[in-house]
């Protein structure tokens, strides 16, 4: 089992950048695909990033191509997101999910998920 909690979500102007981490328990951190969904107020959760157990194979979702990086420290089992050029419409509740499963964007696929972090990006 994997246990996830997130931090670094605030309030950004938009423009801004912030970074978010997700830190996994166990020692068994570089055998999940990790990915990063967002659910806005009155919203269906959707997919935002993910990336392959090595790190070498990331995902993204349209709304946030070349803004977004994922990115994974097995050794400090953490994964990350970067997000630049934020806008208003990033403002969400960032959840960070993993599966033992191959690289997918898929939502039902991730088993274990952190209780999210918000976002809030100011026009």
């Known amino acids: 089992q994997v246990q996830l909690v997130e931090s670094g979500g605030g309030l950004v102007q938009a423009g801004g950048s912030l970074r978010l981490s997700c830190a996994a328990s166990g020692r068994t951190f570089s055998r999940y695909t990790m990915g990063w969904f967002r659910q806005a107020p009155g919203k269906e959760r959707e997919f935002v990033a993910a990336?392959?157990?090595?790190?070498?194979?990331?995902y993204y979702g349209d709304a946030v191509k070349g803004r977004f990086t994922i990115s994974r420290d097995n050794a400090k089992n953490t994964v990350y997101l970067q997000m630049h050029s934020l806008k208003p419409e990033d403002t969400a509740v960032y959840y960070c999910a993993a599966t033992p499963r191959s690289i997918t964007t898929v939502e039902s696929f991730f088993d274990y998920w952190g209780q999210g972090t918000q976002v809030t990006v100011s026009s």
């Open positions: 990336i392959s157990r090595s790190g070498s194979t990331t």
